[in-house]
């Protein structure tokens, strides 16, 4: 399969393709070079030297625990059938280290849907009419008014101001013009390849184009004479990559979905175990302790907010 190459260096991990594939379908467990690791003193000096002693590299602190990093090994077989014991007990023999936990690889595919062909209405975004979940009147014979209401949501003036979005996926292009001017880059990351720059790796058939399309459907600029209108097209929109990727970690989710809770109001998640009918699966022991985190601790002062209206709870502030 041909490749286009991409600022963020993405490339990496695609000689695991065939191995993941396979393991995913069969349902074998397939374990990563990637380590849970948690320290007696959650300090970030330790964690760093006991990283360096044994060889291991240090991603960093988890955002919602102080005594739990993130280690990989670049030696180790990046997917393999077994657990690699040896790198496993090079961490845990160290008088530092309370527990180990080898990181498993598992799927996680994107969600969505295309768009229906729709008619041209009054508005110098040229794609704003094929937008039915916005404005239905009817178009492809679908049934007119069933749609989003958010019209009259704009038109009270909730447009989605002072809100900042985060598009769990993989990437976002912020360089397009329909996203550029919303783009918050503070609170982006890219945890597919440890760099701020959440750049989607473009391929032939433009399969990491998904967290890009999801952040317009969200934060695109309203009234530029450029493709269409997001729901909330005043909010800020941040990206943070961590599906481009043969599997996903617990490390990984938990680390995308607990990112800069300061800076970040929504985080949007349109992905989810493989959707066969038959397959049932969650989010590990280090996603839900995120979860929790966000839940109990929130936003500064968004406790308050929420307790005055529908703003917070929607996600959405006055223009």
């Known amino acids: 399969m041909r490749l286009r190459s991409a600022c963020n260096g993405g ?105 229906l062909d729709n008619l041209n209405i009054d508005m110098n975004d040229p794609l704003f009419s094929k937008q039915w979940y916005l404005i239905n009147t009817g178009q492809a014979d679908g049934k007119p008014g069933l749609d989003l209401n958010v019209v009259e949501a704009w038109e009270l003036g909730y447009t989605g101001k002072g809100v900042t979005i985060a598009i769990m996926d993989d990437g976002i292009d912020y360089l397009h013009p329909d996203l550029a001017a919303n783009y918050h880059a503070e609170a982006s990351y890219d945890f597919s390849s440890n760099d701020p720059f959440p750049y989607p790796r473009y391929t032939d058939d433009w399969f990491n184009s998904h967290g890009t399309r999801c952040a317009g459907e969200v934060s695109a600029v309203a009234n530029n004479n450029v493709c269409g209108v997001g729901v909330a097209y005043n909010s800020r929109v941040a990206g943070i990559r961590m599906l481009d990727q043969p599997f996903m970690t617990d490390i990984i989710e938990a680390s995308a979905i607990s990112h800069l809770p300061q800076m970040i109001d929504i985080y949007s998640a349109s992905w989810g175990p493989t959707d066969d009918g038959r397959t049932v699966d969650g989010p590990r022991e280090l996603t839900l302790q995120a979860m929790a985190d966000g839940v109990n601790k929130v936003r500064s002062g968004s406790r308050a907010k929420m307790g005055h209206g529908a703003e917070r709870l929607w996600g959405v502030e006055r223009a």
Request: no cysteine.
């Open 11 to 115: 490339v990496t991990l695609l000689a695991l393709l065939p191995l993941t594939a396979l393991a995913l379908v069969s349902g074998d467990p397939l374990f990563t070079n990637h380590f849970l690791v948690q320290l007696h003193q959650g300090d970030l000096g330790v964690a760093g030297q006991v990283a360096r002693d044994r060889g291991f590299i240090n991603h960093g602190q988890l955002h919602f625990a102080q005594d739990l990093f993130h280690f990989s090994h670049p030696a180790a077989a990046r997917a393999r059938r077994r657990r690699s014991l040896s790198h496993h007990l090079r961490l845990e023999r160290d008088p530092r280290v309370k527990r180990v936990v080898q990181q498993e690889g598992y799927s996680r595919n994107k969600r969505g849907y295309k768009s």
